[in-house]
């Protein structure tokens, strides 16, 4: 037997997969296919404080290493959220994870004010662990990033110093101030940080001589993105190994995850392989108990971390 049981700083999990935001909608979906008590946690894809419609169509094009998307955090907004999605989720007995996000400093105070106003925390029945600040989006555009920027990032994690849950700050593989905004959000207070989301990409379509996707360029995910996300974690658990990591990029078998944790994640989220399957999640952690079993592993602990010297 072995003990996949793991911890994001404060929160513990019973295993440390994940599926990650956008992948698995706002609520139960997932519940379908999997019994969402199994996973670590579900982590909702990204809300607003209000609704938000999201980008023109297509949203999605397949690639051969995954898929870009630039569905543009369509959501209903978090009032709507906790009073449609979020009792399914407790009725599954999942531990959830909520992603917000905003377009200023000001918006995400506002979505961390509504999530207190409408989730409360405390309740013995509350499923919420944590909650995901997006600070890397792809899909706003003509904005930059608040994850590329050192001040802008560590201003929104101060502003949602409020929220009851403990903070992880969701970053950006698209710049090379990754370790140093990392350390700027766990400064401003987050308690661990999500590397990576997607990478900026572009497809044209030949026949139309326009973009893919209605939204233009958009976010690249998939296998491809797997040593991307490895070299994200490594270089920051180098950097801060104190700091708890969630790994996500490329996950979609034992060895993509394995490869996160042993850069030092604690947890992975997988994603786009969810697209594919939808039990992708559980047996990524199927997997993942095999190859501890055959190589004597016992306990996930003994990989968190394993190929820094």
């Given at each position: 037997m072995v003990d996949?049981?793991?911890?994001?700083?404060?929160?513990?999990?019973?295993?440390?997969?994940?599926?990650?935001?956008?992948?698995?909608?706002?609520?139960?979906?997932?519940?379908?296919f999997v019994d969402l008590a199994q996973l670590?946690?579900?982590?909702?894809?990204?809300?607003?404080?209000?609704?938000?419609?999201?980008?023109?169509?297509?949203?999605?094009?397949?690639?051969?290493?995954?898929?870009?998307?630039?569905?543009?955090?369509?959501?209903?907004?978090?009032?709507?959220?906790?009073?449609?999605?979020?009792?399914?989720?407790?009725?599954?007995?999942?531990r959830v994870v909520v992603s917000i996000w905003g377009r200023s400093v000001e918006d995400y105070a506002a979505a961390a004010d509504a999530l207190a106003e409408h989730a409360p925390a405390g309740t013995a029945s509350d499923p919420i662990v944590a909650v995901e600040i997006n600070l890397s989006c792809p899909n706003l555009a003509g904005k930059k990033m608040f994850a590329h920027d050192v001040g802008a990032a560590a201003d929104v994690i101060t502003a949602t110093a409020g929220l009851a849950y403990p903070r992880w700050a969701k970053l950006s593989p698209n710049t090379d101030a990754l370790v140093a905004v990392a350390e700027a959000c766990a400064g401003a207070g987050a308690d661990a940080v999500t590397l990576t989301n997607t990478l900026l990409g572009l497809v044209i379509d030949t026949d139309s001589r326009r973009p893919a996707l209605g939204g233009g360029g958009g976010g690249v995910s998939g296998p491809g993105l797997g040593p991307i996300a490895v070299r994200a974690v490594w270089e920051v658990a180098r950097a801060m190994p104190e700091l708890p990591i969630v790994g996500v990029g490329g996950v979609h078998d034992a060895n993509s995850a394995l490869q996160l944790l042993m850069a030092g994640a604690s947890a992975v989220q997988v994603g786009t392989a969810n697209f594919a399957d939808p039990r992708a999640t559980i047996r990524v952690l199927d997997e993942l108990a095999s190859w501890c079993?055959?190589?004597?592993?016992?306990?996930?602990?003994?990989?968190?971390g394993a190929a820094h010297p």
């Open positions: 996949l049981t793991t911890a994001v700083g404060a929160v513990g999990l019973p295993n440390p997969g994940m599926c990650a935001p956008g992948t698995a909608g706002h609520g139960a979906e997932l519940g379908a670590g946690a579900v982590v909702v894809k990204s809300l607003s404080a209000g609704p938000w419609p999201g980008n023109p169509a297509p949203r999605v094009h397949p690639l051969s290493t995954g898929m870009i998307n630039s569905v543009g955090l369509e959501g209903p907004g978090i009032a709507a959220w906790a009073h449609d999605e979020l009792p399914a989720l407790r009725r599954a007995q999942a079993d055959s190589h004597g592993v016992a306990t996930i602990a003994e990989l968190i």
